[in-house]
C-alpha cells in the first residue's frame, strides 16, 4: 500500500489506496463511493482533534458537526477528560439536542448527554485508588482526584511544574479547563474513599520522563497506566480504554467512524470501521487510520465530513 491524495470537491484528504490508479480522478472517485460505509456514529477525540491548539472549535467545524447530526448521524466525545471538562463542547455542538454521548477519563464511562444515564462504567476500586496514592507520595508529582463538581489535590499552591522550557500553574489549568472547583486534602489516600474514574498525576515533563517507569512498577500487572501528555500521567483500571467503552453501546463496528490523533485514540479505532487521523497526528495513530485529514488547526474534522459525506 502507499498514500495517494484524492480530491472531492476541492478539499484533501489523505487515504491510503492502491499503488495503481487507472483513468485519474473519476475512477478513483467511483471506488470511493462504492467502498463508502454508511456512519451511524461519530466518535471524536477532544485535544489536538475536535479543538484548535487554543482549546477552541472552529466554526467550520462546529457546522459541520451540526449539520452532520441534523442528517442523522449521532456523535461521540471520547477523551481523557473527564465528563465535567466535555460539556461544554458537547452544548457547542447541540449534542444535548441529538441525544449525544460522552465517553470520559480514556474510556472509563460512557453516558448519554441529555439524560445522564451511564452506558459503561470501569472505574478503579477504593483500594486501588489509595494503593496508588499512597506510592505517588514518594515522587515529586501532583495528584488530582475528579469528585464531582471539585477536583481533590494535596495543595492548591504546590501547582508549578516545568513543561517545554516553561514553568505552568498545572492545578489551575486543570481545575479552569473542566470546570472544577478546588478541594484540598493533606492525606489524598486516606479522604478518596470513593470509586475514581482515574487517577491524573501531573509532574515537570522531564521528572516524568526519568521516573514514570518506578511510578508504575507496582501496579504494572493489575491497572493501566500511560502518558496522556508530556506532564501527565494517570492510572485507570485495568483494561480501560475508548475502544472498550465503544464497544459496550451497541453499533456494528461498521457502523462507527472515529477520529483522533494520539496513541490512546488507537484502541477506539480497533473498535470503528472508519479510521480517520488527523493532519497532527502521531505517526502510529497515521499509520493505522483509512483517511489522514488536515490538522486540527486546519479544520481537518469538517474536511473530512465534507469529503466522506458529500
Not at 508504575?216 to 500511560?226: R, V
Request: hydrophobic share 40%.
Amino acid at each position: 500500500m502507499q498514500n495517494k491524495w484524492i480530491l472531492l470537491k476541492d478539499l484533501k484528504v489523505h487515504r491510503k489506496t492502491p499503488a495503481y490508479l487507472e483513468n485519474g480522478f473519476q475512477k478513483e472517485r467511483m471506488k470511493f463511493d462504492m467502498e463508502r460505509k454508511p456512519i451511524k456514529l461519530l466518535i471524536m477525540d477532544i485535544d489536538g482533534t475536535l479543538v484548535t491548539n487554543k482549546k477552541e472549535i472552529s466554526p467550520a467545524t462546529c457546522k459541520a458537526l451540526i449539520d452532520l447530526q441534523n442528517n442523522g448521524v449521532r456523535l461521540a466525545l471520547a477523551s481523557g477528560r473527564p465528563a465535567k471538562g466535555m460539556l461544554r463542547f458537547a452544548r457547542q455542538l447541540e449534542m444535548d439536542k441529538h441525544h449525544g454521548l460522552l465517553i470520559s477519563s480514556n474510556g472509563a464511562k460512557a453516558e448519554e448527554i441529555n439524560t445522564g444515564k451511564v452506558l459503561f462504567e470501569h472505574a478503579l476500586s477504593v483500594a486501588e485508588a489509595q494503593a496508588v496514592l499512597e506510592h505517588l507520595k514518594a515522587f515529586n508529582v501532583r495528584p488530582m482526584i475528579e469528585d464531582g463538581d471539585y477536583m481533590q489535590v494535596n495543595n492548591v499552591f504546590d501547582c508549578m511544574i516545568t513543561t517545554g522550557g516553561r514553568k505552568f500553574n498545572v492545578i489551575e489549568y486543570e481545575a479552569h479547563s473542566n470546570g472544577f472547583l478546588l478541594k484540598e486534602s493533606s492525606d489524598l489516600a486516606k479522604s478518596v474513599n470513593f470509586r475514581p474514574s482515574k487517577i491524573l498525576t501531573a509532574g515537570d515533563e522531564e521528572y516524568l520522563k526519568d521516573h514514570w517507569k518506578e511510578i508504575a512498577e507496582p501496579f504494572k500487572e493489575t491497572l493501566d497506566s500511560m502518558f496522556t501528555s508530556p506532564f501527565y500521567y494517570e492510572f485507570t483500571a485495568k483494561d480501560t480504554n475508548k475502544g472498550s467503552a465503544i464497544e459496550a453501546l451497541g453499533y456494528e463496528k461498521d457502523e462507527i467512524a472515529a477520529i483522533g490523533d494520539a496513541q490512546n485514540d488507537l484502541p477506539m479505532f480497533r473498535a470503528a470501521g472508519t479510521k480517520i487521523a488527523m493532519g497532527n497526528s502521531v505517526d502510529v495513530v497515521k499509520e493505522a487510520a483509512d483517511f489522514v485529514t488536515d490538522t486540527n488547526e486546519n479544520d481537518g474534522i469538517a474536511k473530512w465530513i465534507e469529503t466522506y459525506f458529500g
